[in-house]
Nanobody, 123 residues
Framework: QVRPVESGGGSVQAGGTLRLSCVLS????????MAWLLQLPGMEREAIGA??????ITYAEAVEGRFTISRDIATNLYLQMNNQKPEDTAMYYC??????????????????WGQGTQVTVFS
């Protein structure tokens, strides 16, 4: 069973940086379509970026140029968040699916989810 596990959340001042990590137990990240998503209270999860099996990376407009997704050759996926804004405050999730054919930034397309890690950006 594939299971993503996030870490690295916390509190950061606006303009600061934070790096989230996701370890994928059960397989290598390059075998999957992987995504980072956020969720605000009372709202649905939104994908902010994804990396396809072949390495293509797609970002949501709200984070383009500030957030960077990367992965290693093993089981680790990362989200580097720079120049953070208070509106980035949310629960962040790592998700995986066997491919991105249903849409890399479509939250409902992902079958495997982590438990989430909270990010708080204060001004």
């Amino acid at each position: 069973q594939v299971r993503p596990v996030e870490s690295g959340g916390g509190s950061v001042q606006a303009g600061g940086t934070l790096r989230l990590s996701c370890v994928l137990s059960g397989d290598t990240v390059a075998s999957f379509c992987m995504a980072w998503l956020l969720q605000l209270p009372g709202m649905e999860r939104e994908a902010i970026g994804a990396i396809e099996n072949g390495g293509k990376i797609t970002y949501a407009e709200a984070v383009e140029g500030r957030f960077t997704i990367s992965r290693d050759i093993a089981t680790n996926l990362y989200l580097q968040m720079n120049n953070q804004k208070p509106e980035d405050t949310a629960m962040y999730y790592c998700a995986a699916d066997y491919s991105c054919f249903r849409g890399a930034l479509v939250a409902r397309a992902y079958a495997f989810w982590g438990q989430g890690t909270q990010v708080t950006v204060f001004s």
